[in-house]
């Protein structure tokens, strides 16, 4: 019984040697693999704002307040931190929204940025990014 796997391993080892051993195959399997699981969206988006979990919001009316922020913001995910800037006691519009991981912060980025909030289009971006309309 021992013999049977060995015949298997053999097999496969065989047919690994008689297929292509060339380094560009499995290269290309590689892309092709990378390239079906950015098609079902199995793949994360990787790029310089992976693990960021604070969005910075502009564009906000100055009666937005905190509490309709955390109800707009919330149903992406869990909120652990929520500030509106304002300054002598009136809103700059602006407003600092943290989730307690990425994957929400991402969501909400992505469902939130360039949509009417209290009737103005709010700029949702990963904090520390560059504002991209100015």
Not at 11 to 16: I, L
Not at 65 to 83: A, N, R, Y
């Amino acid at each position: 019984m021992v013999e049977a796997p060995k015949k298997k391993t053999s097999r496969k080892n065989s047919k690994a040697k008689s297929s292509s051993s060339n380094s560009d195959s499995d290269s290309e399997e590689k892309a092709k693999e990378s390239v079906e699981e950015e098609k079902n969206g199995d793949a994360a988006v990787a790029d310089e704002h992976d693990g960021k979990t604070e969005l910075f919001v502009q564009g906000l009316s100055f009666d937005t307040t905190e509490d309709g922020l955390h109800e707009f913001f919330g149903p992406f995910g869990e909120i652990t931190k929520c500030k509106l800037l304002s300054s002598m006691g009136r809103s700059k519009g602006k407003a600092f929204i943290e989730y307690g991981d990425h994957a929400s912060a991402r969501k909400a980025m992505n469902g939130t940025n360039q949509k009417d909030l209290d009737g103005r289009t709010i700029w949702v971006e990963f904090s520390g990014q560059a504002a991209g309309g100015y």
